[in-house]
T-cell receptor, first 113, second 112 residues
Framework: DGGITQSPKYLFRKEGQNVTLSCEQNLNHDAMYWYRQDPGQGLRLIYYSQIVNDFQKGDIAEGYSVSREKKESFPLTVTSAQKNPTAFYLC????????????FGEGSRLTVL | DAKTTQPPSMDCAEGRAANLPCNHSTISGNEYVYWYRQIHSQGPQYIIH???NNETNEMASLIITEDRKSSTLILPHATLRDTAVYYC?????????????FGKGTLLTVNP
């Protein structure tokens, strides 16, 4: 079945450590996105990529980094520069143009101790 | 993209229709209305979208007013599994930057 896979589902890290969240899709979508969600809040866009080897900052990119070396993969690194990294992280993909919907993964919950 | 306004919460009895309103008074002529929902601790799920005409699929119906300044998502026979946060979003269709902005949405609670 086609879809988006995020891993790990739960992750605990010590303060000051970089962590990388994985996102893989087999939907042949050009565009991929990372969102952050805090308790009781909506989703905020971190980074997005419309095509391989290209990506743009979203609304809250500070303290995060991404890469897009393959169409299927869009990993997110939460660096030690991110002041409040504890959150629920969601990856999504879509066709790059048109009015197609976003397909979301099940999310990764990061807790920094 | 236009801003949307939704009530923070709503209740509905199981088996009854759930009508979720959304105001988007600054919507432009080429902006679509999208609805997503998010069940607790899961990724959001696409429900439906529309431009001008009312739309229906296996999950829901979308009613857009003639002036397009508001819309209503209708779940015809709500079940307990429909308890979720529902997001109303507007965006330009066909654009090269496909960004959707999710606000806080409406928490729909379906009661037995």
């Amino acid at each position: 079945d086609g879809g988006i896979t995020q891993s790990p589902k739960y992750l605990f890290r010590k303060e000051g450590q970089n962590v990388t969240l994985s996102c893989e899709q087999n939907l042949n979508h050009d565009a991929m996105y990372w969102y952050r969600q805090d308790p009781g809040q909506g989703l905020r866009l971190i980074y997005y990529s419309q095509i391989v080897n290209d990506f743009q900052k979203g609304d809250i990119a500070e303290g995060y980094s991404v890469s897009r070396e393959k169409k299927e993969s869009f990993p997110l690194t939460v660096t030690s520069a991110q002041k409040n990294p504890t959150a629920f992280y969601l990856c999504a993909s879509s066709t790059a143009r048109g009015v197609g919907e976003l397909f979301f993964g099940e999310g990764s919950r990061l807790t920094v101790l | 993209d236009a801003k949307t306004t939704q009530p923070p919460s709503m209740d509905c009895a199981e088996g009854r229709a759930a009508n979720l309103p959304c105001n988007h008074s600054t919507i432009s002529g080429n902006e679509y209305v999208y609805w997503y929902r998010q069940i607790h601790s899961q990724g959001p799920q696409y429900i439906i979208h529309g431009l001008k005409n009312n739309e229906t699929n296996e999950m829901a119906s979308l009613i857009i007013t003639e002036d397009r300044k508001s819309s209503t998502l209708i779940l015809p026979h709500a079940t307990l599994r429909d308890t979720a946060v529902y997001y109303c979003i507007v965006r330009v269709g066909g654009g090269s930057n496909y960004k959707l902005t999710f606000g806080k949405g409406t928490l729909l609670t379906v009661n037995p």
